[in-house]
């Protein structure tokens, strides 16, 4: 099988999860879907090109599938799953009548007995329901992969929030937080594996509220603090998180928990207030402000990470303004920025919109802007050292990638012996989006 992860860090996850599930009917993973029998795309639905991007995909499979019928070949199966799927449903089959499975990102683990009946019967099976008990409770368990020195970990999904623009509570479901034993023992798992550094997952992570083995419900920060105290775990995040669930235990956490890394991704949209009631999102920006000026006095070197969308319907001059303006206090570390784009179902999506060149232009000036804090915050590690978790081959022999507490891609001259270790290493050059440095003389010896 060949699977093709879209979107964010929570597919990649059950990406992973649908290979575990689907190795244990015999299938194994291949990197070229023209070797492979089945073909699994794990779908996002954010944005419009991103829903594109599959059904051109889709075009490509099929042209694969006729020239395996012309040359006698075995079946070649064709399943969508993720958040496309849960939004378009039948909908994807009358557009792409030849996907054999369409299941949805919640029932992902009816994956086996959808195929062997679309084998048998040669006709599409879409599951998109909400089903009443949790996929987590029908898969198998999960490992680390030889070698993998970090290891996303959902532990909730779902949201309630409902911002205007957005489909996940449409195509995720209401909140669910999973029981504190099965993340802990997840997370045991990994660090077993050799992963030293756990990434906490959620739709809206910090809005975890899972059951302890009492029946108490426990937040975010106490099941950051139990994640921290497994034997091997060095580094722990969390994300995406939301601002109007960001509270007190969580915010000391960052200042108290060692082991809790100096980056948080923590999503505004927007920094005018009519467009954030515009959009649903239950905080103003001076809301923000206050939080970000918590999180750093609780940890003063706290980089920042964020989501921005310009052209919201309704947003003026006078409101993306006040976005640049939030941009330019606050100030980010990196930040992912998007022009509004209306998704089918959602509130927004029936409001008048901003003109595409004026949507254009104004991204344009914030992401000019985004650029430069985020050089000017990479500069300033030049000729300091800092631990890097080293995670992957780099692009040249005897080059090694990793990362910084601070998310910082780092390349160093390092034997591959140090892939999951975390070494010190003296920042000696920026690049527009990474570091480049070389080990310390004492992580050298």
Not at 48 to 65: F, H
Not at 163 to 191: D, H, I
Not at 282 to 304: M, N, Q, S
Not at 377 to 397: E, H, I, K
Request: with cysteine; aromatic share 8%; net charge negative.
């Amino acid at each position: 099988m060949h699977i093709k992860t879209y979107g964010c860090q929570m597919n990649v996850y059950d990406s992973a999860r649908i290979a575990e599930l689907l190795g244990g009917q015999g299938y194994q993973t291949v990197d070229d879907p023209v070797e492979a029998d089945l073909v699994i795309l794990n779908t996002c639905h954010i944005r419009d090109k991103a829903a594109e991007k599959v059904y051109s995909e889709l075009g490509r499979l099929e042209r694969i599938r006729r020239d395996r019928g012309r040359s006698g070949a075995k079946q070649f199966l064709i399943a969508v799953a993720g958040c496309v799927a849960q939004a378009e449903g039948v909908e994807l089959v009358e557009r792409a009548p030849f996907v054999d499975v369409v299941v949805g990102p919640q029932s992902y683990h009816r994956l086996p007995q959808m195929l062997a009946d679309s084998f048998q019967s040669h006709a599409a099976r879409v599951d998109t329901e909400f089903p009443a008990e949790s996929k987590f409770d029908h898969l198998p368990d999960i490992h680390a992969p030889p070698g993998a020195a970090g290891a996303f970990l959902t532990v909730q999904e779902g949201c309630d929030r409902f911002c205007s623009f957005c489909v996940v509570p449409y195509t995720r479901g209401a909140e669910y937080s999973r029981p504190v034993a099965a993340v802990l023992a997840e997370a045991r798992g990994y660090a077993k594996d050799g992963a030293c550094e756990i990434t906490l997952l959620g739709q809206n992570v910090n809005a975890y509220h899972g059951d302890g083995d009492d029946g108490t419900p426990w937040g975010l920060a106490r099941l950051i603090e139990a994640v921290a105290a497994i034997d091997g775990i060095a580094r722990v995040r969390y994300t995406t998180s939301h601002p109007a669930d960001m509270d007190d235990a969580l915010i000391r956490a960052h200042g108290e928990v060692a082991a809790m890394m100096p980056y948080l991704h923590l999503p505004v949209q927007a920094g005018s207030d009519a467009i954030l009631a515009a959009m649903n999102r239950r905080h103003t920006a001076d809301v923000y402000r206050r939080i970000v000026e918590r999180l750093r006095c609780a940890r003063a070197d706290l980089a920042l990470s964020s989501d921005f969308i310009v052209g919201f319907p309704g947003e003026t001059d006078a409101d993306f303004r006040a976005t640049l303006r939030l941009v330019e206090e606050v100030g980010f570390a990196q930040a992912y920025s998007f022009k509004y784009s209306p998704r089918p179902g959602t509130p927004a999506a029936a409001l008048p919109q901003v003109p595409e060149e004026v949507k254009r232009e104004r991204l344009a000036q914030l992401q000019d802007l985004l650029d430069r804090q985020q050089r000017a915050f990479n500069v300033a590690f030049l000729g300091r050292t800092v631990p890097v978790l080293f995670d992957r081959p780099g692009n040249r022999p005897g080059q090694l990638l990793g990362r910084t507490p601070y998310m910082q891609v780092v390349h160093a001259s390092a034997d591959a012996t140090l892939m999951g270790a975390i070494k010190a290493v003296e920042i000696d050059g920026v690049g527009p989006k990474s570091l480049a440095g070389r080990l310390s003389r004492q992580a050298a010896a």
